[in-house]
């Protein structure tokens, strides 16, 4: 069977960088043959936080689409140059995006992603796929989480029962046994990245560094827990809009 390269972009709520990855895939396999994790500018990591936290105006939506359009294009240069790749042999590139805004369950359900694919396709003169969750949500889906998609993948000729937890800005769950269930359990490193951002200065904990000098406040892990998010049946996806640093305040006082 004639080799397909494909390249994945993805760029997390957490806003630590762009991940890129450049595989063969059939339609029994998908092969890691090389990554890459591209650095988010500081700058535009902040403006994007800002966004999230306060009311924007359409102009800088715009400007934040192209900017971030720019970024994924530079990031997929980073790893064509890198491994010696021509662009020609590339079948597609996926480009996921970056969630500025995830609003499956309300009156109006959406979900937005910023990062031009058209740019992407412009300079690297590769078709470009993304806009993958709003389909779904059309459909009345969640749009969320995605790695559920690939989990079942990577694991379908594996005779057992799998569960694989995700865990990233949000935490994800997947379950295969006789069908597919993934649904968001809740928060991941975002609240940990935020507290520290904003008491350290510093984007995330280390190997844990901080939080292993102290200890679990139960009092507090009670509180949080009793939130209606984690006892609400599955289907269910989150994200910043939910689980913020006013969140975490609210739940401190």
Not at 42 to 63: C, Y
Not at 231 to 246: C, V
Request: proline share 4%.
């Amino acid at each position: 069977m004639k080799k397909e390269y494909y390249i994945g972009i993805m760029s997390g709520t957490s806003l630590d960088g762009v991940d890129v990855v450049f595989c063969d895939i059939t339609p029994d396999t998908c092969t890691l043959i090389a990554s890459l994790e591209y650095p988010m500018p500081r700058e535009l990591k902040n403006d994007i936080l800002s966004m999230i936290a306060s009311k924007t105006t359409l102009e800088e939506v715009g400007q934040i689409d192209h900017r971030l359009g720019v970024l994924f294009t530079q990031a997929v240069g980073a790893l064509l140059i890198r491994e010696n790749i021509d662009a020609s042999s590339i079948t597609a590139i996926g480009s996921h995006g970056q969630t500025l805004w995830h609003e499956p369950s309300g009156e109006y359900p959406f979900s937005m992603q910023l990062g031009d694919p058209n740019i992407l396709s412009a300079k690297t003169g590769i078709p470009v796929v993304a806009d993958f969750r709003r389909k779904d949500v059309a459909l009345g889906g969640q749009g969320a989480p995605f790695a559920p998609v690939f989990h079942e993948f990577i694991f379908k000729n594996i005779n057992a029962s799998v569960s694989i937890v995700n865990i990233g800005g949000m935490a994800n769950i997947t379950v295969l046994g006789e069908k597919l269930i993934g649904y968001d359990t809740g928060c991941g490193n975002v609240l940990l990245d935020m507290w520290i951002q904003k008491h350290q200065n510093v984007t995330y904990d280390k190997d844990g560094a901080w939080a292993k000098s102290g200890e679990v406040d139960y009092t507090l892990l009670d509180a949080m827990m009793a939130d209606e998010y984690f006892s609400q049946a599955y289907p269910k996806s989150t994200g910043r809009e939910k689980f913020n640093i006013a969140w975490l305040e609210d739940m401190l006082t």
